[in-house]
């Protein structure tokens, strides 16, 4: 069940922001990433580096690349959108921001050329397998002690 609904819009990440979005990375995600990191992604994706934002402050982020590698879906090479990192503070959760961060995200990807999209995500975190899911992505492999703390990644993926 949804929470109430509340407005928010997506926009593209700027550097006034990095702050800000490493702080809810810290927040929410036991895997932090340097804000070099951050500014590299931003420089070279910046379409697909989006915020989201309530009453004129950032709640949540999703940062995205494209590569070229071994397809996740077939045989051969493909052009791959790679979801890196999204979050949202749980405040905020269960209100379409992070379906709708995914969604456009892809959108931007894809204007990059991508002809499929994956991401890593815990095993255990079953409220963003269900989301993606929900947008059509499938589990295409597990991979074993992924994460600092040991614990299992699925890879999930889905066609442009």
């Known amino acids: ?20 979005v490493v702080w809810i990375n810290r927040t929410c995600l036991p895997e932090n990433y340097s804000p070099t990191f951050f500014m590299s992604h931003h420089y070279q994706y910046p379409r697909a580096f989006l915020v989201a934002e309530v009453n004129g402050e950032v709640v949540g982020y999703i940062m ?16 791959k959108g790679h979801i890196i990192s999204i ?6 959760r269960r209100r379409g921001i992070g379906e709708t961060l995914m969604r456009k995200a892809m959108e ?9 999209y994956y991401l ?8 963003a397998i269900s989301l993606y899911k929900k947008l059509n992505y499938s589990i295409v492999k597990r991979i ?3 994460y600092l ?3 299992d990644a699925y890879v999930m993926a889905r066609e442009a």
């Open 149 to 151: 703390d040991g614990e």
């Open 108 to 116: 931007a990807m894809k204007s990059y050329g991508a002809t499929e």
């Open 87 to 92: 979050a949202v503070l749980p405040q905020y």
């Open 144 to 146: 074993p002690g992924y």
């Open 1 to 20: 069940m949804k929470e109430e609904s509340i407005q928010f819009t997506i926009r593209e990440f700027r550097p006034s922001d990095l702050e800000r």
């Open 64 to 79: 995205c690349r494209v590569e070229l590698g071994l397809s996740n879906l077939k045989f051969g090479l493909a052009k």
């Open 120 to 127: 890593e995500v815990r095993v255990s975190n079953v409220p």
